[in-house]
């Protein structure tokens, strides 16, 4: 790719701040022309004065040793006699902070290469280019930006040209992150601290776009939170380390400006600096994320379940920056791998997710190490060197269910001979045949496994939940391999030893972990999801009883929580699936959102019961782990499923379960093969049931199963119970 182009840098150090790249030329207008381009950083393209595309970030976040995309934009229509195109590239993740530990990542130089084709003229970047400081003067992704719009126009001088590889480029994979919904304040006002804040009422991922009329010198100074605190002032020692501010110095007169290069996570700004009052007309926010189109919808009866289906779809949004990240405003907003592991699947309801995630898992390829192991997170920015159960499963996981959702055989080709490798590193991994046992490191604070993360049955003071991470590494060694064993068959390969592997994996977790013995919701949970109990009604007996005992309350955290809900639901318990569901005191989904959540909180006690925060430590207020909980509403309580022999919803399997505490439920999800519907209504005579498939389903309505045709379907049922 690019191969007549050259890497151009400017001649001084950019430092912290955004260069700009200048090409004037000679056009033909009415021809073709396109523009192949990428940088080390994030770039805009601005061609006579008109943006090209609108790919905000771009060249996107990828693993940027081995993987940078390269954008090649139509720009027929922007050509005119005589042109000028100019680049500005900021930091971006490929020298911002974050990425400090990348130390040849971080230190590049601030470059640039592109190629504009135009009916057989050719311009590529050389030495005929120029480049000048721009007025943004600082840019980084955890710290924001600052424009400084009084600074003379750029004054352009030579380039240099770089020695980086050109072997890394690749076309664009993933869809481009745009911006998206623009919201007013919902109010601003004063805090009882005296500051000025401004609440957009949501919290997002983007940043914030001012209009203004000020003098030359003015300065604009705002600053970033999620949440206020129990008195109502400004908070945001959760954001750690990242100082996420957005300075703008005013020139005269009316102006707008926004951030270029950089992004926020926010729902909340404070109003540093201001000329003036600041009246909510001077403020919009603007979200950013992957262009993806929308494919699910779940509506009920019940306000505050719709809150949280709302909070599960913004922390997708807010974390899906492009790769998939644990949360979009602190001193991380990295692809943690078992975040994504655990929400990969309510991603797919939500969103068409099929090209992210290839994309992505493009990534986790090119980070998978020569043992199999995959990084806890993809880029590996911070050189971790573990490999951690229930995060790097997500090599499995991942290609799996967007198989399933999709039906695309490529994810799983692409994939298969990684998938393999994980599997195989585990196997390589453990002190003990068939099991993955560690060595024991209960007692440091970062073992070898994150264990049931932020589990509510942990020891004071510590993230790790109870369930040993032996037994959870084990389990998913065995749901790993199970679902090689289905994606290889899927493919046509001969899965024999892989087969019998997996079962000498399940024979070995039975005996070494009999449910009997099983003390935490969340190892009930893996035995009961991943198939390894004989005793199916048993564990799920014990399970139900263990929350019951516990005041209807879970106590799971990032490995157990996603598929609570299923363990009970489809082992005979869905009335305490809704109970937890619907629980509403503390620890519960609707615990936030009595709290006024408008995303998913990194942990169930994030805000406490009396308004006072958990640590500064790990408090993220929009981690979109535990929103998993949309996929049992859409494939559980709307019973919307793909059905495994004929992926991507080729044919449909609809089983709906109703409950009495809700007066309806409506689960929508736009398939490859067209809309399925499922609603369910609590009437005086009973529950009916309307189902609309597109495809060939198998609707199961109070265990009855109906093989239907394409089309639309009323059943009726006695009332739902629980
Ligand atoms: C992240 C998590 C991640 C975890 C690993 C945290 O700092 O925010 O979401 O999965 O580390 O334990």
């Known amino acids: 790719m690019l191969e007549k182009a050259l890497w151009i840098s400017p001649r001084g150090d950019a430092g912290d701040g955004a260069v700009c790249f200048r090409r004037r030329f000679q056009g033909t207008p009415g021809g073709k022309a396109a523009l192949n381009i990428t940088c080390l950083g994030v770039y805009d393209a601005y061609l006579n004065g008109r943006r090209v595309g609108d790919f905000i970030l771009a060249p996107g976040c990828t693993e940027y040793e081995k993987r940078l995309q390269a954008q090649t934009y139509d720009i027929s229509d922007m050509i005119q006699a005589e042109n000028e195109l100019i680049v500005t590239v900021g930091k971006g993740w490929h020298r911002s902070r974050m990425i400090a530990k990348r130390e040849g990542l971080y230190h590049a130089p601030c470059a640039l290469i592109a190629q504009l084709d135009m009916d057989g003229q050719m311009i590529v970047t050389d030495e005929a280019w120029e480049a000048g400081p721009s007025n943004v003067i600082f840019s980084d992704i955890w710290d924001g930006e600052t424009c400084d719009a009084t600074l003379p126009e750029t004054v352009y001088g030579s380039v240099r040209t770089v020695d980086w590889p050109r072997d890394i480029l690749i076309p664009q994979e993933g869809p481009f992150v745009k911006e998206q919904e623009r919201l007013s304040p919902r109010s601003v006002f004063v805090t009882p601290r005296g500051e000025t804040v401004i609440d957009f009422g949501q919290e997002i991922t983007g940043y914030v776009e001012i209009m203004l009329s000020a003098k030359k010198g003015d300065r604009v100074v705002l600053s970033c939170g999620e949440m206020l605190d129990r008195d109502g002032n400004f908070y945001n020692e959760n954001y750690r380390k990242a100082l996420s501010r957005m300075t703008y110095v005013c020139r005269d007169g009316k102006q707008t400006w926004k951030p270029r290069f950089t992004f926020y996570g926010f729902r909340y700004i404070r109003v540093d600096e201001w000329p003036g009052e600041a009246s909510p007309d001077c403020f919009q926010a603007v979200a950013l994320y992957s262009d993806m189109e929308r494919t699910g919808f779940l509506r009920t009866a019940n306000e505050k379940l719709n809150r949280l289906i709302e909070n599960t779809l913004w922390s997708q949004r807010g974390n899906f920056v492009d790769i998939p990240t644990d949360c979009p405003q602190r001193d991380e907003r990295m692809g943690w791998t078992g975040d994504a592991q655990v929400f990969c699947k309510a991603a797919c309801y939500h969103y068409n997710a099929k090209q992210f995630f290839e994309k992505w898992m493009g990534d986790l390829r090119a980070d998978q190490r020569a043992d199999g192991s995959i990084p806890d997170t993809v880029p590996n920015f911070w050189l971790i060197q573990r490999s951690s159960a229930a995060w790097g499963d997500v090599m499995t996981v991942l290609p799996w269910r967007v198989y399933l959702m999709y039906g695309d055989k490529k994810i799983l080709e692409q994939n298969f001979e990684a998938m393999k490798g994980w599997v195989d590193y585990i196997t390589g991994d453990t002190l003990e045949k068939n099991l993955w046992i560690g060595p024991d490191d209960s007692s440091i604070m970062w073992q070898k496994h994150y264990g049931d993360w932020l589990a509510l049955d942990a020891a004071e003071g510590s993230y790790h939940g109870a369930t040993p991470n032996d037994l959870i590494a084990s389990a998913f060694y065995a749901h790993s391999a199970n679902l090689l064993v289905k994606a ?101 989904w609707l ?36 929103g998993a909980v949309a996929d049992w509403l859409y494939s559980a309580a709307g019973g919307i499923r793909p059905d495994e022999e004929a992926p991507g919803f080729a044919r449909a399997v609809i089983a709906p379960i109703p409950s009495p505490r809700i007066q309806s439920l ?12 499922s609603k369910w209504t609590n009437t005086r005579d009973g529950v009916r049931y309307e189902i609309a498939t597109p495809v060939p389903a198998e609707i199961i309505i109070d265990g009855k199963r109906h093989s239907v045709t394409p089309g639309s379907y009323i059943f009726y049922s006695e009332a739902a119970k629980g």
């Open 488 to 588: 290889g068959k899927a493919l046509g390969r001969d899965m024999v030893e892989y087969e019998a592997m997996r079962n000498r994996i399940r024979e070995a977790f039975l005996q070494r972990y009999p449910v009997t013995a099983m003390t935490t919701q969340t190892a009930l949970v893996l035995a009961l999801a991943f198939d390894l109990t004989n005793d199916k009604p048993g564990a799920a007996a014990r399970l139900n009883r263990m929350i019951r005992e516990n005041g209807n309350k879970l106590k799971t955290g990032f490995v157990g929580t996603p598929h609570l809900l299923y363990a009970l639901s489809e082992n005979g318990y869905a009335d305490t699936a809704y109970e937890l569901l619907l629980q509403e005191a503390y620890p519960s």
């Open 591 to 626: 615990y936030e959102v009595n709290h006024g959540a408008t995303t998913i909180w990194e942990h169930w006690d994030g805000m406490k019961e009396d308004g006072s925060f958990w640590s500064t430590d790990m408090n993220s207020f929009n981690h979109y782990a535990y």
């Open 666 to 677: 409506e689960a929508e999800y736009k398939s490859v093969h067209g809309t399925i519907r």
